[in-house]
């Protein structure tokens, strides 16, 4: 799937629109989403909430699997995120990368990244295949 | 702090004000969270979005750490959730217990159950104390 | 299968042996191990280290699925550990809990407590069934 | 701290001793560890067992901030393991990278590779620096 391909998938997804994620590229089992700052965004503080760079991480692996040929779509099953710096009135960008593809699960990391590629929190996520026969 | 006085933090916290999310317990150490279904809080597929789960389990182990009496703000630096099952079109219950006070950190566990109190995620979080003097 | 069955799966588990776990209890969905006091599980400063726990914890949902009547064997795909408290000199219990049997995977948490039940280490473990006809 | 003083703090820790760990390479913010196969490190089925991988991890993330000019000791207070794929009869690398050195966590990450360079675990590892002052 192409990068614009895989754009209308993310129009369509309801939440993650919410967000106003954009794809800025897309390869070979990783993908790169940007997060325009939003005031909407932010926690007290005046710092990016937490969940948006989770929502981004598990968006942006999520592309990162679609884009293959021949994917199946996946569901997330596990997560975990280290928040290492706040994100503060800054655009962020959110790089997705599948570690393994698995008959049954795929695994990827993603990090987010701030101003002057400042890193902002690591993530681990693991889906799980949609077997569309098991449905 | 009260159930009211909370209801009033989380209102002012402009991120998670847009889940939606309603107080609707507090005790010692505990709080939970109703998440009103909405449909734009849905993935593909029909389904409340993972990043919806995690962000009710940040904000219910925050409310139960600003909860407690002599209180100070307090900042997520870990999260590790599992994804059990799939919310359809169904309210959420989010409810959170802290594990461990600690003099810097705090760690806490999450759960989030459907209908029929159906389990849909287990949540870990450590947040760490702000402490005013080092801001 | 029983507490003395189980007892004899961990002692054919070499390295599982070597830490001298004993099993306590057996129930529906949970297990309890105990872990001997031993010099030689200590890190630095006379501490028990992190992966004795953490291993006490991946045998103890191991168990409690192998105690299922009708149980496959399964690996362990994910596991995320919060350290709370140190344990010194001191014997500790591990309690595993199944939280969700799913048609692949497993998911479990457990608990290590020290002296007087202090809560020292909290675990979510994600196993997945090794299908007998996929190997 | 050069690779052999690391090598001696190893030999010292009682319990990575008994995994016979060899420190192969250190770095800024970088070490790699060795895991020479041993029969006693496996779990039934022929599989290097998974703890095995935890303590590799655990161990080279802490040789890394030992090996750091003016470094502290500091803590394990939280760990997360994805395991992508079983080792089977070989010697596991594991590299551990830090991530960020704050001034209260460290965050990390480490990998586990077997033959060929065949990635079998991927670890996320907060530590705590301990403060000689608070103890």
Redesign the interface.
């Known amino acids: 799937m192409s990068r614009a391909a895989l754009a209308r998938?993310l129009a369509?997804?309801?939440?993650?629109r919410?967000f106003g994620f954009r794809v800025e590229a897309v390869g070979a089992g990783t993908c790169t989403l940007r997060v325009p700052f939003r005031?909407?965004?932010?926690?007290?503080?005046g710092?990016v909430?937490?969940?948006?760079l989770?929502?981004a991480a598990?968006a942006a692996v999520w592309l990162a699997i679609l884009a293959r040929p021949g994917h199946e779509?996946a569901?997330?099953?596990?997560?975990?995120?280290?928040?290492?710096?706040?994100g503060r009135g800054e655009d962020i960008r959110c790089r997705a990368r599948i570690?393994?593809w698995?008959r049954?699960?795929i695994?990827g990391?993603a990090e987010c990244r701030g101003r002057r590629g400042r890193?902002l929190s690591?993530h681990?996520i693991?889906y799980?295949r949609v077997d569309p026969r098991e449905r």
């Not at 909430?49 to 948006?52: I, Y």
């Not at 569901?75 to 710096?85: H, K």
């Open positions: 998938v369509r997804a309801r939440f993650s919410s005031r909407r965004l932010e926690r007290p503080g710092v909430a937490g969940p948006v989770m929502a598990d779509d569901v997330t099953i596990e997560m975990q995120t280290a928040f290492l710096a706040a570690l393994r698995g049954r699960l695994h990391v890193l690591h681990t693991t799980m």
